[in-house]
């Protein structure tokens, strides 16, 4: 059964598999060079990191194993970032990132962000991921983070 529910920290090691895993799969590089670029630690960090800054960190979870990931964290009082939106590749193209990026939304409003913020890595490699950014109202804006990302998009909440 596939459900959607926030990440426990124990949870930590299986979602870096995923995050590695699609990584992988969608930009064909070693699992070393993606350490190299991300060293994951606030995944290490959850509760720190996302619960106790006016984020959340939700895992969609097939029977008991994290299949996918997604969070919220605080950029600023009003700003918020989409972090994380990760699935393995059998449970992409059904609609569960388009449900797990709503639930994320429904919090960054409930939690009274005025804007969320993403950034991702390659346009091209991640065309899908940004189709489906534009389908729940984002736009393209200016870079707005030192990282290595490529693309970043914004929408008002």
């Not at 709503?102 to 065309?127: C, G, H, P, S, V």
Request: charged letters at 25%; aromatic letters at 10%; proline letters at 2%.
């Amino acid at each position: 059964m596939l459900e959607i529910k926030p990440m426990q920290p124990h949870q930590a090691e299986e979602v870096k598999q995923v995050l590695i895993a699609a990584c992988q799969e969608i930009f064909q590089v070693s699992e070393a060079l993606i350490r190299q670029y991300d060293s994951m630690s606030d995944i290490d960090n959850v509760q720190e990191y996302y619960f106790n800054n006016k984020g959340t960190f939700l895992v969609l979870m097939d029977s008991d194993r994290v299949v996918g990931s997604g969070a919220v964290r605080r950029l600023s009082n009003q700003i918020c970032e989409l972090k994380r939106m990760w699935f393995l590749q059998a449970y992409r193209g059904q609609g569960l990132g388009l449900k797990m990026a709503e639930m994320l939304l429904d919090f960054a409003r409930a939690a009274n962000y005025q804007t969320i913020r993403l950034d991702t890595a390659d346009a091209q490699k991640q065309a899908a991921a940004i189709r489906l950014y534009k389908k729940l109202g984002f736009y393209s804006i200016e870079r707005y983070n030192e990282g290595p990302c490529t693309v970043f998009m914004e929408k008002l909440l």
